[in-house]
């Protein structure tokens, strides 16, 4: 049976809405040096808003919003269901989807009316080699904003792109913060765009970024940081974080995300606020230290 110490610290955890499940979640997160957080969902409120459409010439902006939402359609990336939302908020009528395969970490290939579509990060449609220089500077700018640009392509030609926006937790930066105090260091890793990445990470005073990461690479990340035989934590909410939380020696998941990733964690923060981070970091330790 568990140690007295863990049976209450378990409690005192649950009070502040974090399930410690594991013995590493209490052994294990004390010792923790790195801390590898994600940035969608986990940084960020993993709500992306649609907040510009650029054409170019031959679409109009509503015209490219309901093609883009009819390829999205059957994706659940919150990239899709943004775009989705905000193309039946405009009244636009998608048009009829053939056929549609997601590729995880870059965006979606679809067949509509004949054509082939691509919609997705810029570097996946340029490695399929669609030209998006006529859209370059306006995605490097947005970009730089914090934005996520997602690209579309008809039959190999660009036809625009879609910036989206997410907000940082109000509680994050704090919570970043309150890590460092209590000796860990934090990193970010993401499958979105480096610019985008710095610029939150640098809001949030992170300073190691892994940005346009796939989801095999999160996990190759953590096992890298631990080669000096650091101990790793890694915070995540999605599927594609799940690799990650297994490979570290403490996995945490938030609350509010897939089943997945919660299945795949050590600890899970029901209270969905990262916030909490700290407060699991020093119930691990007293309850270690009541335990000598
Ligand atoms: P994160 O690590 O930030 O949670 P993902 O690995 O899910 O991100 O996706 C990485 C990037 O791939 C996204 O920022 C986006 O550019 C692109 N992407 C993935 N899925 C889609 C999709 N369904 N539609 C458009 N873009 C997508
Ligand atoms: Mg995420």
Redesign the pocket.
Known sequence: SAPLSIVRGAGEAAEQGILMRTGEAFQGFRLVRKIVL????TLTEGRPVLHEVETLDGIGADELLAFTAAA?AS?E?P??QAVVKAAFERGAVPPEVDSFE?M?????VARIEGYDVL???PRFLTERGVDLTALAERIRSLEEAGR?V?AVARNGRALGCLALGDTIRSEASGAIQALRKAGMVPIMV????ARAARRVASDLGIDEVHAGIL?DGKAEIVRRLQADRSRVAMVGD?I?DAPALMQADVGIAMGGGTDIAIEAADIIILSNRIDALPVARMISRNSYRKML
């Open positions: 994600d940035k969608t969902g999205e994706s990336h990239l899709a997601a995880p970490g870059k965006g979606v919609v997705g990060n996520t997602i993401t499958g979105d765009n989801p999605g594609n």
